[in-house]
C-alpha cells in the first residue's frame, strides 16, 4: 500500500464508523421511543373507561399522564418496566363502578341486618326501614368508604333510639302501674278528706246537742222554783 493511500484509507474508515455510529444512535434512538410507546400502550390497554366513573376515570387519567411524563426519561427497558409496573399498582387501588356498586351494598347490608325487624312493632319497623331508605340514597352518592362510614354510623345511632316491642311493653308496664299508684293515693287521700269531714261534722252535731239540752235544763228548773213559791203562799 503506497503512503499516499493510507490517509485516504483512514477518512473513507472514519467515514463508515461515522455513518455506522450514526445509524446505531438512529436506531438506538428509534428503540427507546418504540419501548416508550409500546410502554404506554400496555398500560393504556389496562385501563377500561367504561369501567370507572368519572370520578375514579380521572384519578386513573393523573396515574396514566404521570406515568407517559415519566416515561419520556427512560431510556432503559427496565426502567419502563418500573414505571409501568408502578402506575399499574396505583391504578388497581381505584375503584371501578362494580367494585364501588359492591362496597355500596355491603353497607346497605350492615344497616339492614343491623337489628331484627320480629323484635319490633310495625310502627317501630317502618322507622327503621325509613332510616336505612333514605341512609342508602345518601351512600350511593359516595365513592369512598371515609364518605360512606360517617352516613352507616349516624344511622345506627338513629336505630338504637327506637324502642323494641320488649322495651316498649315495660315502659306501659310502668306507666300502668304508676298510674295505678297514683290513683290509689287519690283515693286514699279522698278517703281520708271525708273521713275527716265526717268527724268534723259529728264533732259539730255534739256540740250543738250539748248546748240544746244545757238550755232546756234551765228552762225546767226555772218553772219548778215558781211552783213551790206559790205552795208555799197557800200554806202560810
Known amino acids: 500500500m503506497r503512503k499516499r493511500e493510507i490517509p485516504i484509507l483512514i477518512a473513507v474508515m472514519a ?57 419520556q426519561k427512560a431510556v432503559k427497558r427496565e426502567e419502563a418496566e418500573k414505571i409501568t409496573g408502578a402506575a399499574k399498582v396505583q391504578i388497581s387501588k381505584v375503584q371501578t363502578r362494580k367494585q364501588i356498586r359492591a362496597m355500596q351494598n355491603r353497607y346497605v347490608k350492615k344497616l339492614r341486618s343491623y337489628v331484627n325487624l320480629d323484635n319490633y312493632r310495625d310502627e317501630q319497623k317502618k322507622e327503621i326501614n325509613d332510616l ?45 302501674k304508676a298510674e295505678e299508684a297514683r290513683q290509689a293515693a287519690l283515693a286514699a287521700a279522698r278517703r281520708k278528706a271525708a273521713a275527716r269531714a265526717a268527724a268534723a261534722r259529728r264533732s259539730y252535731s255534739k256540740k250543738s246537742s250539748g248546748s240544746s239540752s244545757r238550755k232546756s235544763s234551765g228552762k225546767s228548773g226555772s218553772s219548778s222554783g215558781g211552783c213551790i213559791g206559790d205552795d208555799a203562799k197557800n200554806f202560810y
Open 15 to 71: 467515514a463508515v464508523l461515522v455513518l455506522c455510529g450514526w445509524r446505531m444512535n438512529d436506531y438506538h434512538t428509534r428503540w427507546i421511543d418504540s419501548m416508550r410507546q409500546s410502554a404506554v400502550k400496555n398500560l393504556q390497554e389496562q385501563v377500561d373507561e367504561d369501567a370507572y366513573t368519572k370520578a375514579g376515570y380521572q384519578k386513573v387519567s393523573k396515574i396514566e399522564n404521570e406515568a407517559k411524563v415519566k416515561l
Open 132 to 176: 336505612i331508605a333514605s341512609a342508602k340514597k345518601k351512600i350511593r352518592k359516595h365513592e369512598t368508604r371515609v364518605k360512606i362510614r360517617p352516613i352507616v354510623k349516624k344511622t345506627k345511632k338513629e336505630i338504637d333510639k327506637i324502642q323494641t316491642d320488649a322495651q316498649l311493653t315495660k315502659k306501659e308496664e310502668e306507666e300502668r
